[in-house]
């Protein structure tokens, strides 16, 4: 079984700091990572996505994110955090084969604030 | 990018009636679509995988005679909420692969169903 864990509930950051959302998971095998943005009442939009290659992989809006397979972590970055990157971001996983091809397996979520 | 799209964005109804919602996608052809159920300020959880042409396969713990899914067409798939009721209410969201490389999902915009 995949499963993807966030462990903050809440990122709290100021504007124009760098900010960093958490993200571990557990998948057999090599696993493609994303991460995705989601407003209120709105679907999820796409940031980034590790697939393979380069651990650092740079996605929309400025974010990026590092594939670190040892300690089984894909962390969102940002250089330089704007207020309206104020969202719910979540991690997901999927696997690249087996009996969950194609699913993709979210965290539970991190609410990101940036304080103007 | 691919375009998904959900209707109703959002739907009332009354204890004990029926409500579809369909999920497009505008510009790919998608034999796979994915069906996500929300609570508030919670992860999304996977209710099912519709397939064109063929039954729908549920997620252990999801009711099937509850949440009908049909995917008529390679653009189409519709979730019906039968016979709903309060604890039905929820934000669903649909998702489908585009075929290609690494079968990155595209998101919709997600439909409010508020049971009443």
């Known amino acids: 079984a995949q499963s993807v864990a966030q462990p903050e509930d809440q990122v709290n950051v100021a504007e124009g700091n760098p900010l960093t959302v958490k993200c571990t998971y557990s998948v057999s095998g090599n696993p493609y990572l994303f991460w995705y943005v989601q407003y209120p009442n709105r679907g999820l939009q796409f940031l980034l996505k590790y697939i393979t290659g380069d651990n650092l992989v740079k996605g929309s809006y400025g974010f990026e994110a590092e594939f670190n397979k040892s300690q089984t972590s894909f962390h969102l970055k940002k250089p330089s955090a704007l207020v309206s990157d104020s969202a719910l971001y979540f991690c997901a996983v999927r696997s690249r084969g087996g009996t969950s091809y194609g699913k993709l397996t979210f965290g539970q979520g991190t609410i990101l604030t940036v304080h103007p | 990018g691919a375009v998904v799209s959900q209707h109703p964005s959002w739907v009332i109804c009354k204890s004990g009636t029926s409500v579809k919602i369909e999920c497009r996608s505008l510009?790919?052809?998608?034999?796979?679509m994915f069906w996500y159920r929300q609570f508030p300020k919670q992860s999304l959880m996977l209710m099912a995988t519709?397939?064109?042409?063929?039954?729908?396969?549920?997620e252990q713990g999801v009711e099937k005679d509850k949440f009908l899914i049909n995917h008529a067409s390679l653009t189409l798939s519709t979730l019906t909420v039968t016979s709903a009721h309060p604890e039905d209410s929820s934000f669903y969201i649909c998702s489908a692969p585009q075929a290609g490389v690494f079968n990155e999902q595209f998101f919709g915009p997600g439909t409010r169903l508020t049971v009443l």
């Open positions: 519709s397939n064109e042409g063929s039954k729908a396969t549920y």
């Open positions: 510009d790919f052809q998608a034999t796979t």
